[in-house]
């Protein structure tokens, strides 16, 4: 029975033709569109929207960094046809999408992914790869662009293990390839195997007792003055990235017991901090009273839009002082 489903299901889906979901026309500006494979892929196309991925090349970011979309050599990164041609051309359609879907999946008329099909029909042609998982050899897919930064990983993992570029900033669910959207897909993707992967979402990790993101210590209190460290934990840079102007800041906030900011202070980090780096800072504490609570939050402030990414938070006890 299951053959004979299977068998008329081939039919219907050879004679619906999914042959352009694996084809790029360069001469004809055509590709798939993330919307096209999100048909399908629902949940890795609602991660992957909200990433910088995804606004890799419309980001005000970029616009400024290539000064308007002037500076070819930066095209590529930005909007990549493929990660895995070593011809490196860039899309000169859909390039709003930025690194999208096929940047990523699709070579020589077939999706790469970490796992083989498992669904009952393949509406189109699937390479299992070994670039496009979690183990070692992803980091390299992420080196195309992220040269510096995956140089940076390589060398340092000579000496340290580290996880890989997806085992910091990618989290880890269970979940099926496909999830069907009516009743016909539905059965495609019923056979369909449950596998542990990493989401599409990616993050900026704090786990410095990994040793895998930046550290904050407080090293003394004397008199009026307190004295604390940023050590860069990571396996590269603080910020990371090869272009564009990079700063830090981290602003100190004292609390009441009941929780109310009572006083704010922000330092300016100018320059990039190596792997390994340290930075020490002096500021002259608040009143004693308001002495009791201490968080120290650092930030990634971008030029072009004025505004700061928060990388992580450090919650510090003054009365263990």
């Known amino acids: 029975m299951r053959f004979f489903v299977t068998l008329i299901l081939c039919l219907i889906m050879t004679s619906c033709g999914f042959g352009h979901l694996t084809e790029v026309r360069n001469q004809d500006s055509h590709a798939p ?37 002037q ?91 580290y996880p890989t570029c997806h085992g910091c900033h990618g989290v880890s669910v269970e979940r099926p390839h496909t999830r069907g959207t009516d009743s016909f897909s539905n ?33 003394a209190m004397e008199a009026d003055t307190i004295h604390f460290r940023l050590k860069n934990s990571l396996p590269h840079d603080l910020p990371t990235g090869t272009y564009g102007t990079k700063e830090l800041f981290v602003v100190l906030s004292w609390r009441q017991p009941d929780g109310t900011v009572v006083e704010k202070k922000k330092i300016n980090i100018s320059s990039v901090l ?29 030029h072009s839009t004025q505004k700061a990414t928060l990388i992580g938070s450090y919650p510090f006890a003054m009365d263990s002082f």
Not at 40 to 50: D, M, N, P, R, S
Not at 210 to 216: A, N, S
Request: include cysteine.
């Open 71 to 161: 500076e070819e050599e930066c095209l590529f990164c930005h909007s990549p046809g493929s990660v895995q041609n070593p011809e490196r051309e860039a899309r000169s359609y859909n390039r709003e999408e930025g690194v999208t879907c096929i940047s990523c999946h699709l070579y020589e008329q077939a999706m790469h992914g970490p796992h083989d099909s498992g669904a009952l029909f393949s509406p189109h042609a699937i390479t299992k790869n070994s670039k496009v998982n979690s183990k070692k050899d992803s980091s390299q897919l992420c080196g195309v662009c992220h040269e510096e930064t995956y140089e940076q990983w390589r060398s340092l993992g000579a000496t340290k293990h």
């Open 33 to 69: 569109t993330a919307e096209e494979c999100g048909s399908c892929h629902v949940e890795q196309f609602a991660e992957w929207q909200q990433t910088a991925h995804a606004r890799a090349f419309v980001s005000p970011e970029f616009k400024l960094q290539s000064d308007q979309y």
């Open 187 to 219: 059965i495609l993707v019923s056979f369909e195997p449950v596998h542990r992967v990493y989401s599409h979402y990616l993050i900026l990790p704090n786990q410095p007792e990994q040793g895998t993101g930046p550290e904050i210590q407080l090293d």
């Open 274 to 302: 190596a792997p390994g780096e340290e930075k020490s800072f002096a500021v002259i504490f608040p009143q004693k009273e308001y002495s009791r609570d201490l968080s120290i939050d650092l930030y990634r402030f971008h």
